[in-house]
């Protein structure tokens, strides 16, 4: 099966940080505005997840979710959640951490989206 998210050993570094800091946590991928288009990382009681968000998949069991628009723009890649030094959005977990999660992505190719769209089916029936 193809993921749809994935994250670099760095990522599942600082995740596993902030688990053992915070116990639950969960992803949302940033639309932009004022907390550009990063992954933020959040407690699970401070954002709401509703009909309009899309599950991409788990990173060492932490949900990660998409809004339903950005996510109708970004179907065909693959995010890869990575880290860099420095600061990133303000209402992100780690921000006090001097690391910021950062969103990289690539496409997928022709035999991986066939395999998503045949998944997708398989889960409608």
């Not at 994935?6 to 992803?27: C, S, V």
């Not at 992954?39 to 968000?53: E, H, M």
Request: proline share 2%; aromatic share 10%.
């Amino acid at each position: 099966m193809v993921e749809r998210v994935i994250a670099t050993a760095a990522a599942l570094e600082l995740i596993a940080q902030l688990k053992a800091e915070y116990g639950e946590i969960m992803f949302h991928q940033s639309g932009g505005c004022c907390d550009n288009s990063a992954a933020n990382c959040y407690l699970p009681s401070d954002l709401t997840i509703g009909p309009y968000d899309v599950k991409l998949g788990e990173l060492d069991g932490v949900p990660f979710y998409i809004g339903k628009l950005q996510y109708d723009y970004w179907k065909h890649t693959q995010l890869i959640l990575d880290v860099i030094d420095g600061h990133g959005g303000t209402f992100s977990l780690e921000g006090a951490s001097g690391k910021a999660f950062h969103t990289r992505s690539r496409l997928f190719t022709d035999d991986e989206w066939q395999q998503i769209e045949a998944q997708v089916l398989a889960d409608l029936a």
